[in-house]
């Protein structure tokens, strides 16, 4: 094939995502233009999609997504992301910026039940941000607060991307998913460590002053204003922590149970999965789920992994198109070529993910860049559960990323408060932008982080 043709079917994939096709169609027809250039028959074309199609959704690993997101969405609809909120505030009392960095530590564990990033942004907003602006919390600074730490959702297994990402490069998922807990728990220690840096330096960031810190220190509630201008919402009583707690611990217990099982081999991504999903289910009738609840939360994940196992299958299809033209091999070559060196074409990769990051979605970005960057990034000697965490934390760092940051968006549309605007989210989440960055740099010069836990 021609390096026009290579160029064109590269180029025209880009255009159609960047003029709003949906990226499955977007790829689904690039990847059929593409076959028809080699082989100049629709024949053949209709053959091949068919096999691909086949060969693809017959595939076991597949029901992971659909049987992850059921279990992260019995365990949302049941309270579990309220309760990890609420026990996260009352376990951080002696923090400053308690409540922001609650925040980040609910959001953390919350990644373990939902995986998704902008599930985690929709719920924050509605449950940690009310609170925060109750105890005098800057707007900016509360803002930040939920949209950077959302980005937790997709590092900390079981994270779609994650998924998604092994589907593509048939990377072990549980090695993938072990290699996501270190750099997770670092990115939310980074993040904690700013809240409570900048709550000290700042106390009216969190709705106190050095007056009022003084009066805390003298018997005076924690946040309490000396003017009484922020009064102290009153607490849950002990029988609801308890009922709360017992609550967390069980969401808790299913989570490494499904997650060590998989871990430990003792059963695949799939079946691991399904357990889950039947245990979050038990869960949630525990505590008091409806049966119209239970039927809505089946029909959301439905509309929801439908598509996403579409996208999958045109993703398999494009990156087998790839291959075929030779683009891959080209692409890589050029780059090896411009003589940049394997940290300089690293340093591409990541800029384009944090580009494509404030322009399109997560999953789509992976489709589009994997298929490419993971054989180049092989070919370098990077190690590929490093590089996925690397990928991944880029991608969420993309989402942060003016002008079109998707979980911005996500917060601006969720957030009870309508005044708020992008500017004021966008300027919180700066120094969340930076943490995410400085993993990844971390990740560069020490793949050991993320490839200590699969190595044991």
């Not at 024949?43 to 096999?51: G, I, L, P, Q, Y």
């Not at 002696?94 to 942004?121: E, K, Y």
């Not at 449950?127 to 959302?150: C, K, N, Q």
């Not at 005076?220 to 029988?239: K, W």
């Amino acid at each position: 094939m021609g390096h026009f043709d290579m160029i064109a079917i590269v180029v025209v994939v880009l255009g159609l995502v960047f003029a709003g096709v949906h990226i499955a169609i977007a790829l689904g027809i690039t990847a059929a233009l593409g076959i028809y250039l080699m082989m100049g028959d629709l024949e053949v074309v209709r053959t091949f999609v068919a096999n691909t199609a086949y060969e693809a959704l017959r595939d076991y690993v597949f029901a992971v997504i659909p049987l992850f997101m059921l279990m992260g969405d019995f365990l949302a609809k049941c309270g579990a992301a309220r309760d990890l909120y609420t026990l996260a505030n009352r376990a951080s009392k002696w923090l400053p910026g308690r409540l922001a960095a609650a925040t980040i530590l609910a959001n953390a564990l919350f990644g373990f039940v939902t995986g998704v990033s902008i599930a985690a942004a929709a719920a924050f907003s509605r449950i940690a941000y009310p609170e925060m602006r109750r105890y005098g919390y800057r707007r900016d600074f509360a803002l930040g607060s939920v949209a950077g730490s959302a980005c937790l959702g997709m590092l900390i297994p079981p994270s779609v991307l994650m998924i998604v990402w092994c589907v593509l490069t048939e990377i072990s998922i549980g090695k993938l998913f072990l290699a996501g807990v270190i750099p997770g728990l670092l990115t939310a220690t980074g993040m904690v460590a700013y809240v409570v840096i900048a709550a000290r330096l700042k106390p009216e960031l969190v709705g106190e002053t050095h007056a009022s810190r003084r009066g805390a220190a003298l018997g005076s509630p924690l946040g309490a204003d000396v003017s009484g201008a922020h009064v102290m919402p009153p607490e849950e009583d002990d029988a609801t922590i308890r009922a709360m707690l017992i609550s967390t611990m069980l969401v808790i217990a299913l989570i490494a149970g499904t997650l060590g099982a998989i871990w430990l081999g003792l059963c695949t991504p799939t079946e691991g999965a399904g357990v889950g999903a039947v245990g979050a289910l038990v869960l949630a009738i525990i505590k008091g789920i409806r049966p119209r609840e239970v039927w809505q939360v089946v029909l959301d994940v439905g509309r929801t992994s439908g598509p996403l196992l579409l996208l999958l299958f045109c993703a398999q299809l494009y990156s087998r198109v790839l291959s075929m033209t030779g683009f891959t091999e080209a692409a890589k070559n050029f780059l090896l070529a411009t003589g940049a060196g394997p940290w300089g074409i690293l340093l591409v990769m990541v800029a384009i993910w944090i580009v494509l990051g404030c322009l399109i979605d997560s999953i789509s970005i992976i489709l589009l860049t994997v298929p490419i960057f993971a054989p180049i990034a092989a070919h370098l000697g990077f190690d590929p559960l490093a590089f996925a965490i690397m990928g991944i934390l880029a991608i969420e760092t993309g989402l942060l990323t003016p002008p079109f940051g998707i979980l911005v968006f996500t917060v601006k549309a969720a957030v009870p408060d309508k005044d708020v605007e992008l500017a004021e989210i966008f300027r919180g989440a700066v120094p969340y932008w930076l943490v995410l960055l400085a993993v990844v740099a971390a990740l560069a010069v020490f793949p050991q982080i993320a490839t200590f836990l699969p190595n044991l």
